[in-house]
């Protein structure tokens, strides 16, 4: 295992414990306003370690329940995103001829769509839902996973072992669940690691936005947002959501590259 996959996966391991465990160590409660302390910078005296925000709510904790949002939103829809696609693309793959070229076809019309506009939609008809945004963010990533896949199954179907399951009479969905997806599961696996932090930078965009995650709840786009207003007297309001969610990213796409590096290692001859 490379040092990049490492060091990447220990960071997020380690963000990803301090999110869960930060908030109850803290003596601060999430929702507690405290007017006496708008906009204290970060200290230890009291343990305002990420300092307060415009409503003097301790940033320390929100900022750990965003990220604990952040990363439940992108991980979900990502695995959403992997059930879709990879069902989607093995599909048209296996199956190919007219249903392969009339599937791609639905995708490629899915691309066209401006995605903005379709989560706008989505948020007027059923108003601000916290599950519209798994739907929105899935409804868009398992395109890529579906091209992916599809292209590796047109590969698979001409190996020799699925040609000797078609040979013994096993179905359609037998071999694409016991021979195709199974074969599939490298590259699967290393194309999630990248597709999460797409996702991490869709939600964040739309809590930015205002159009993801809502009051009380709140996630890193949402607090980068906030800080945006304070960013000339309150700089760290703006600064440490931004830093984590950068750091966050970077870890991934890292973490994502090395296993790319290393499928790729495994199946160069």
Not at 2 to 16: H, Q, Y
Not at 41 to 54: E, K, M, S, V, Y
Not at 68 to 88: D, N
Not at 168 to 175: F, L, N, P, Q, Y
Request: proline share 4%; hydrophobic share 55%; with cysteine.
């Amino acid at each position: 295992m490379s040092r990049t996959i490492k060091v990447s996966g220990i960071t997020l391991l380690a963000i990803a414990l301090c999110a869960l465990v930060g908030p109850w160590l803290s003596p601060h409660e999430y929702l507690t306003t405290d007017f006496d302390r708008l906009l204290l910078p970060p200290r230890l005296a009291d343990l305002h370690i990420f300092g307060t925000d415009d409503l003097g709510r301790d940033l320390f904790v929100r900022t750990m329940m965003g990220v604990r949002i952040t990363l439940v939103v992108a991980i979900v829809a990502s695995l959403v995103s992997l059930v879709i696609g990879v069902a989607y693309g093995a599909i048209a793959g296996y199956v190919g001829g007219r249903v392969d070229a009339v599937m791609m076809r639905f995708v490629d019309t899915l691309y066209a769509l401006p995605f903005i506009f379709f989560v706008i939609l989505l948020m007027v008809a059923f108003e601000r839902n916290f599950l519209l945004i798994f739907v929105a963010i899935g409804a868009i990533n398992w395109l890529d996973m579906a091209r992916i896949v599809r292209g590796q199954t047109l590969s698979l179907r001409e190996r020799e072992f699925v040609e000797a399951a078609q040979l013994t009479g096993v179905s359609t969905a037998r071999i694409i669940l016991r021979h195709i997806a199974p074969n599939l599961a490298g590259i699967v696996v290393v194309y999630v690691t990248l597709t999460i932090p797409q996702a991490i930078l869709v939600e964040s965009f739309l809590s930015f936005l205002g159009l993801g995650v809502q009051e009380p709840q709140t996630s890193l786009g949402s607090l980068v947002n906030g800080g945006v207003a304070q960013m000339e007297g309150a700089s760290w309001t703006l600064l440490i959501p931004a830093a984590l969610l950068a750091v966050i990213l970077l870890c991934f796409n890292f973490l994502g590259d090395g296993l790319r590096d290393q499928l790729d290692a495994r199946q160069s001859p």
